[in-house]
């Protein structure tokens, strides 16, 4: 399955998700080496948005296994409003 920003996804539980991005995310980071210690890969999502994008508090992430279980197929790309 191939996961697009800015995209809308069917959704299980959520019916419709706009993706935000994919993002690794770490446990902690040592700025002064640049190393840090991953905790995967995951899915950042917005489960209600308007034109301008997702809503506050309306923002969640998941590890990619678990989104590609959830989500179905690609629907449309998001039209930001201008």
Do not use: C
Not at 23 to 43: F, H, L, P, Q
Not at 58 to 65: D, F, G
């Amino acid at each position: 399955m191939k996961i697009e920003s800015d995209s809308i996804y069917q959704h299980d539980e959520y019916d419709e998700i706009l993706v935000l991005d994919i993002i690794d995310r770490y446990e902690s980071y040592d700025t002064d080496e640049n190393t840090g210690i991953e905790s995967g890969i995951y899915v950042r999502y917005a489960y209600e948005w308007d034109g301008y994008g997702a809503m506050f508090g309306a923002t969640t992430a998941e590890p990619i296994e678990e989104f590609t279980t959830a989500a179905g197929k690609k629907i449309r790309e998001f039209d930001l409003v201008r």
